[in-house]
């Protein structure tokens, strides 16, 4: 046994070694310059047709006298999507080039996935690419546009990103610089980095620990990542909030220590006189469940449970960036929800801003309470032209979809048709599930009040959006679900976002709703 075990170390050792030799191909000219790299894009063979590099890749093959196309053949690239190798010194200029497959040549729209795919396959190849050059160490990354560089430059920026505050300084892995390699598109790409850095602000909110994004917190972020970009944010206090009577909100609030806040963010791209788009985001910094407590296993994650709020905050950020000419408005209720003998008890009644009875039966399901009295608030005081609410509510999302999609309720088919557009553009789609009077019987059909929070039924999703309906009588309004998307990524990961981490997700979708709205003769 002896000898076979030492037979089997002196098998292994050359192994290592001839590893370590391939890896290398060229000897490194100044190994103390910044470690420079460049993504660059190669289309999928088909047929008898071998796989064709981008027009920036055919640059480079020139210069480098037709050795990327024997490197290409030799390591049997055939372009399909994500798949490539890091090619290490075989340019004076980059140290390292990752040559990263980006599927079929011209494919677009793709109707049964409602998914432009040529779109998100450059993201899926620029997000592969940059992540493989960071994990080798470069200091500077050039991303091929691959004919679309808005989102090359989304799936490169959102690929590189790390939460990384509460790590110790020296393990923290170096996040890249980004730049445009080989094209005049650089509108498109500043497009792309804004819309990205957005989702990441939205990634590092949600990511945060509880205990280091309280309401309070929260609230001083957004300050901080707003106000600097000419958005006003108005910071509401426990006592604004009791004299404004937003009972509900105050229902759930009350049973943590942390005091609760309400933001008012408005942005003004227009005449103050146009009406505006208002936004109302979750702000449940920890839901716990409260009295109803949730399970014990996998509760770390409802820290996350305001990840609504802020996507709308990085949406804020980006809409600035861009200038659009449209005015929003966004209204943020921030409070935790836990148990305590001050705690809202199942059962327990409010009253409601519009003098409805709202019954509070469980507090498991406490995101529409919290909503309830903001909502009505902001169309009190806002007279917005439509109002579109983002929340984790139901698991019936996250069962439903997996992952795959946010889930949208409306009573406007034409809002429906803009967001299923921008999330067919985005890579971050929706899906329209009923908002039918079903559902609003079961949650409206009572003796004692006229609203429960919960209702009756297996169909919490479409419940909780029949209770929001109640709550918005006349605006056009959307209210999109991110149960299953907003929160850990989990199953079906997507390529440029990480595994197990908070995702941002729907950022991108609803700054690209804005910009359709702000610019609807634009394509």
Same mark, same amino acid.
């Not at 190798?85 to 075989?90: E, L, P, S, T």
């Given at each position: 046994?002896?000898?076979?075990?030492?037979?089997?170390?002196?098998?292994?050792?050359?192994?290592?070694?001839?590893?370590?030799?391939?890896?290398?191909? *060229?000897?490194?000219?100044?190994?103390?310059?910044?470690?420079?790299?460049?993504?660059?894009?190669?289309?999928?063979?088909?047929?008898?047709?071998?796989? @064709?590099?981008?027009?920036?890749?055919?640059? #480079?093959?020139?210069?480098?006298?037709?050795?990327?196309?024997?490197?290409?053949?030799?390591?049997?690239?055939?372009?399909?999507?994500?798949?490539?190798?890091?090619?290490?010194?075989?340019?004076?200029?980059?140290?390292?080039?990752?040559?990263?497959?980006?599927?079929?040549?011209?494919?677009?729209?793709?109707?049964?996935?409602?998914?432009? /795919?040529?779109?998100?396959?450059?993201?899926?190849?620029?997000?592969?690419?940059?992540?493989?050059?960071?994990?080798?160490?470069?200091?500077?990354?050039?991303?091929?546009?691959?004919?679309?560089?808005?989102?090359?430059?989304?799936?490169?920026?959102?690929?590189?990103?790390?939460?990384?505050?509460?790590?110790?300084?020296?393990?923290?892995?170096?996040?890249?610089?980004?730049?445009? *390699?080989?094209?005049?598109?650089?509108?498109?790409?500043?497009?792309?980095?804004?819309?990205?850095?957005?989702?990441?602000?939205?990634? @590092?909110?949600?990511?945060?620990?509880?205990?280091?994004?309280?309401?309070?917190?929260?609230?001083?972020?957004?300050?901080?990542?707003?106000?600097?970009?000419?958005?006003?944010?108005?910071?509401?206090?426990?006592?604004?909030?009791?004299?404004?009577?937003?009972?509900?909100?105050?229902?759930?609030?009350?049973?943590?220590?942390?005091?609760?806040?309400?933001?008012?963010?408005?942005?003004?791209?227009?005449?103050?006189?146009?009406?505006?788009?208002?936004?109302?985001?979750?702000?449940?910094?920890?839901?716990?469940?409260?009295?109803?407590?949730?399970?014990? /296993?996998?509760?770390?994650?409802?820290?996350?449970?305001?990840?609504?709020?802020?996507?709308?905050?990085?949406?804020?950020?980006?809409?600035?960036?861009?200038?659009?000419?449209?005015?929003?408005?966004?209204?943020?209720?921030?409070?935790?929800?836990?148990?305590?003998?001050?705690?809202?008890?199942?059962?327990?009644?409010?009253?409601?801003?519009?003098?409805?009875?709202?019954?509070?039966?469980?507090?498991?399901?406490?995101?529409?309470?919290?909503?309830?009295?903001?909502?009505?608030?902001?169309?009190?005081? *806002?007279?917005? @032209?439509?109002?579109?609410?983002?929340?984790?509510?139901?698991?019936?999302?996250?069962?439903?979809?997996?992952?795959?999609?946010?889930?949208?309720?409306?009573?406007?088919?034409?809002?429906?048709?803009?967001?299923?557009?921008?999330?067919?553009?985005?890579?971050?789609?929706?899906?329209?599930?009923?908002?039918?009077?079903?559902?609003?019987?079961?949650?409206?059909?009572?003796?004692?009040?006229? #609203?429960?929070?919960?209702?009756?039924?297996?169909?919490?999703?479409?419940?909780?959006?029949?209770?929001?309906?109640?709550?918005?009588?006349?605006?056009?309004?959307?209210? #999109?679900?991110?149960?299953?998307?907003?929160?850990?990524?989990?199953?079906?990961?997507?390529? *440029?976002?990480?595994?197990?981490?908070?995702?941002?997700?729907?950022?991108?979708?609803?700054?690209?709703?804005?910009?359709?709205?702000?610019?609807?003769?634009?394509?």
């Amino acid at each position: 046994m002896q000898n076979i075990r030492r037979f089997l170390l002196l098998r292994a050792e050359p192994l290592r070694f001839v590893a370590r030799v391939n890896h290398v191909r *060229y000897s490194c000219a100044d190994s103390g310059a910044k470690a420079k790299g460049l993504v660059i894009g190669v289309y999928q063979k088909e047929g008898d047709k071998d796989p @064709r590099l981008t027009t920036a890749g055919d640059k #480079i093959n020139d210069r480098l006298g037709g050795k990327l196309t024997e490197l290409i053949c030799e390591t049997k690239i055939d372009g399909r999507l994500g798949r490539g190798k890091v090619f290490n010194n075989i340019d004076q200029d980059f140290r390292s080039i990752a040559v990263v497959g980006v599927g079929l040549e011209g494919i677009g729209f793709n109707e049964l996935e409602m998914l432009d /795919e040529g779109m998100e396959n450059v993201r899926i190849a620029a997000g592969i690419g940059a992540r493989s050059l960071q994990l080798v160490g470069c200091t500077e990354v050039s991303v091929d546009s691959m004919e679309y560089a808005e989102q090359a430059a989304e799936g490169s920026s959102l690929a590189i990103w790390r939460h990384m505050e509460m790590l110790n300084k020296k393990y923290r892995r170096v996040v890249p610089k980004l730049d445009l *390699y080989n094209s005049n598109d650089l509108d498109g790409w500043t497009r792309g980095l804004f819309k990205a850095e957005s989702q990441n602000l939205a990634r @590092r909110l949600s990511d945060a620990a509880s205990n280091c994004m309280t309401p309070t917190l929260f609230a001083q972020a957004t300050v901080d990542a707003l106000c600097p970009c000419g958005i006003t944010v108005e910071i509401r206090t426990m006592d604004w909030i009791e004299q404004q009577r937003m009972q509900s909100f105050l229902m759930i609030a009350k049973g943590s220590c942390e005091p609760p806040v309400l933001m008012e963010i408005s942005y003004c791209g227009t005449s103050p006189e146009d009406k505006p788009v208002m936004f109302v985001g979750k702000g449940i910094t920890f839901n716990s469940g409260g009295i109803n407590l949730r399970d014990c /296993e996998g509760m770390d994650e409802y820290r996350a449970s305001m990840s609504g709020a802020a996507a709308c905050v990085a949406m804020m950020r980006c809409v600035a960036a861009l200038s659009l000419p449209l005015n929003v408005v966004l209204i943020v209720p921030l409070c935790e929800n836990l148990p305590s003998g001050m705690a809202t008890k199942p059962g327990d009644v409010c009253t409601l801003l519009n003098s409805k009875a709202m019954a509070i039966r469980d507090l498991d399901k406490a995101g529409v309470v919290v909503m309830a009295d903001p909502l009505i608030y902001g169309q009190t005081t *806002y007279k917005p @032209r439509l109002v579109v609410d983002v929340a984790t509510l139901g698991t019936g999302a996250k069962k439903a979809f997996g992952g795959g999609a946010s889930a949208i309720f409306s009573n406007s088919h034409y809002i429906w048709k803009q967001f299923q557009r921008a999330g067919s553009l985005t890579g971050d789609r929706l899906w329209r599930l009923p908002l039918w009077n079903y559902y609003k019987k079961q949650v409206t059909d009572e003796l004692g009040y006229d #609203i429960s929070n919960d209702g009756r039924g297996l169909a919490n999703s479409c419940l909780a959006a029949a209770v929001l309906h109640e709550l918005v009588p006349c605006a056009d309004w959307a209210h #999109i679900d991110t149960r299953g998307s907003g929160m850990l990524s989990q199953y079906g990961i997507i390529p *440029y976002l990480n595994t197990w981490r908070m995702t941002g997700r729907p950022t991108r979708t609803l700054v690209q709703f804005l910009y359709q709205l702000a610019c609807p003769e634009q394509k």
